[in-house]
């Protein structure tokens, strides 16, 4: 059950922040999945290792996106009024990835070729979906910016697996409180 909980939170959280940039509300959108993912950290069993996930998490996405992005892979839609480089929810939906990789995503620890294989698919179809929602464009030409994603989503997944383990001290997966399976 906590891994289905874990699962709905994540993909709620990514549709308010996709839905609400490609809609004209990425604050609005941001706010929400920021506010799935306090209900995250509430019901975590250990929420310092939670945070200390996070705020990696936040602290290496944003790297890599702002890097993307300042080289022309992909271009972020944002509000005109919102004063950093990316806009409110992209910080979001780093941390709401982050709330996986204790959880839903426990099996692949230890499985660093598997975590590398899978993040070089789904990182780019996450950014890709994000795009035909209108949340992100592309350049014309869609291939060489997939590579890069894969490439970087490659490194990304296996990396931020190792970082999981390392801040949870527990069992994993982990369990949320006050659920029983």
């Given at each position: 059950m906590t891994t289905l909980i874990n699962i709905v939170l994540y993909q709620s959280g990514w549709f308010f922040c996709v839905l609400g940039a490609a809609w004209g509300y990425p604050i609005s959108g941001g706010l929400a999945a920021l506010a799935l993912t306090c209900l995250h950290v509430a019901l975590a069993s250990d929420r310092t290792a939670e945070l200390?996930?996070?705020?990696?998490?936040?602290?290496?996405?944003?790297?890599?996106?702002?890097?993307?992005?300042?080289?022309?892979?992909?271009?972020?839609?944002?509000?005109?009024?919102?004063?950093?480089?990316?806009?409110?929810?992209?910080?979001?939906?780093?941390?709401?990835?982050?709330?996986?990789?204790?959880?839903?995503?426990?099996?692949?620890?230890?499985?660093?070729?598997?975590?590398?294989?899978?993040?070089?698919?789904?990182?780019?179809?996450?950014?890709?979906?994000?795009?035909?929602?209108?949340a992100a464009t592309f350049p014309p030409d869609l291939l060489p910016s997939l590579l890069i994603l894969a490439g970087s989503w490659a490194i990304v997944t296996p990396l931020l697996m190792f970082l999981a383990r390392r801040f949870s001290p527990q069992p994993l997966p982990a369990r949320y409180r006050f659920i029983t399976n």
């Amino acid at each position: 059950m906590t891994t289905l909980i874990n699962i709905v939170l994540y993909q709620s959280g990514w549709f308010f922040c996709v839905l609400g940039a490609a809609w004209g509300y990425p604050i609005s959108g941001g706010l929400a999945a920021l506010a799935l993912t306090c209900l995250h950290v509430a019901l975590a069993s250990d929420r310092t290792a939670e945070l200390k996930l996070m705020l990696a998490t936040c602290m290496i996405g944003i790297t890599v996106d702002t890097t993307q992005q300042a080289f022309g892979v992909f271009t972020f839609r944002t509000d005109p009024s919102w004063p950093l480089w990316l806009p409110i929810w992209v910080f979001v939906i780093w941390a709401q990835f982050a709330t996986l990789l204790h959880y839903a995503l426990a099996w692949l620890q230890g499985r660093y070729l598997l975590a590398a294989l899978l993040g070089s698919i789904g990182g780019p179809l996450a950014y890709y979906g994000g795009s035909r929602f209108g949340a992100a464009t592309f350049p014309p030409d869609l291939l060489p910016s997939l590579l890069i994603l894969a490439g970087s989503w490659a490194i990304v997944t296996p990396l931020l697996m190792f970082l999981a383990r390392r801040f949870s001290p527990q069992p994993l997966p982990a369990r949320y409180r006050f659920i029983t399976n």
